[in-house]
């Protein structure tokens, strides 16, 4: 089960992203950096040995039940964005 307290991931950005500015941005590269982002947290230390549970309800989403390994399912997630 995930457990996560007091957590700050800071990623450098020249500037606040607000809602407006990604709006304006093309599809594509908010999903780029989004993949980015997926691949840079799921290699952080703070998340080795943390699991996600996926629960039976998932299933009409294309998850299947069980317990996965948090940074894989990071990282699994944003080669499925890829």
């Known amino acids: 089960m995930i457990s ?5 991931i800071n990623i450098n950005t020249p500037l606040p992203v607000s809602d407006d500015l990604l709006k304006t941005q093309s599809p594509i590269i908010v999903r780029d950096e989004l ?15 943390q699991t996600i549970i996926i629960p039976s309800e998932c299933e009409q989403y294309g998850f299947i039940e069980g317990e996965f390994d948090l940074p894989t399912m990071l990282y699994f997630l944003a080669d499925m964005l890829e």
Do not use: A, E, H, P
Not at 4 to 8: A, L, Q, S, V
Not at 35 to 49: A, E
């Open 35 to 49: 993949t980015n982002m997926l691949r840079i947290i799921s290699k952080d230390s703070r998340f080795v040995g």
């Open 4 to 8: 996560i307290d007091n957590i700050t």
